[in-house]
């Protein structure tokens, strides 16, 4: 009988999404009064995402107003300057509701300062400039991390791999804390490891065994995130650590219901691949109960019940539901990539090919 090989195509789930943050978008709007207590045109004002170092720039109107309609959840440090000065500053929590900062630049804010240290004495004043200056580090630390990662994001849309992973590496050698910043280099190595030739499969590997110590620092500073159970599956997979790859499929799973349905397809998937059909058609059942409409699930299933075909009076002899599966394919997906391969394995069972589905439907 002829075998029909599972190539297959994995989802990065999420990986570049940011650090703890909802998708949602809300807007931040304000207006900003000058020392003389007239609306202050032309300033720039700054937000500064605490967990991730995302930033928004806005410019306030000749009436002192301004507006970001696309901001996401989280804390931010926003600040007000002008003419290369920052004139305020303050913490800001986007927590979901429409924001509206009213600011109220100080008079003589300078003057003020410098008489206010004029009464601390010398080891107070060394402690502000201390802080100070860890302040204007961190700013700066931020904005360097912030380039890095919009560096890399370039690099990985051109396909410039190495680079990316360039990129990743300094950013975490910055701030080895962030798990976004681990988790964006995994997939970076992913990405590197795919573009190795064929024939290479040794400096592949290298490449998914650093994707794998990456997302590894990723889940130890965050391991409720199931995308980097997810991808950390995937380069176990990659490397062939079949039970490695099975355990973070798994916690991926139980971590978002929502999309257990990828993760046990993911799951089936690399136990096919390892010739485990039973354990794999165990994956695609979960798949399936999770999300009904994931048609590969159906076709693969199909495709391991035939490989346990018994010939009859030369006969061929699939299993009981094999039939079923493949029919369940067409219906889902009448125009999908195997589509004409599961007419083709239903006609060699002496089995019909079921047109109850619409004609044309594409959905997959």
Known sequence: MKRTFLVLTFSLMAVLAPLSL???????RGHVTGEDGKPLAGADIVL??????????????????FVNIGVALGVYHLTVNKDGKVLF????????????EEINIPKAKEESRQEALKQLTPEQRKQIEEQQKAAEAERTRIQSLN???ADAKAAEDS?????AVSLYKQATAVDSTKDLLWARLGGAYLNVGGKVPAGDRATANEDYAQAVEAYKKAIAIKGSEAAYHNNLGQAYAKLGKTDEALNEYNAAAALDPANAGLYYYNLGAILTNAGKVDEA?????KAIAADPNRADAYYWKGVNLLAKATLKDNKMVAPPSTAENFNKYLQLAPNGSHAESAKELLASIGAKVETKYIKGDKKK
């Open 22 to 28: 909802s998708a949602q978008r809300l807007p931040v």
């Open 48 to 65: 500064v995402n605490k967990e991730n170092g995302q930033k928004f720039t806005m410019k306030t109107d000749k009436n002192g107003d």
């Open 89 to 100: 500053e303050k913490d800001l929590v986007a927590s979901g509701e429409e924001k509206f």
């Open 147 to 149: 380039q890095m990662l």
């Open 159 to 163: 396909g410039n791999y190495d680079r």
């Open 281 to 285: 058609n165990a994956a695609f059942d």
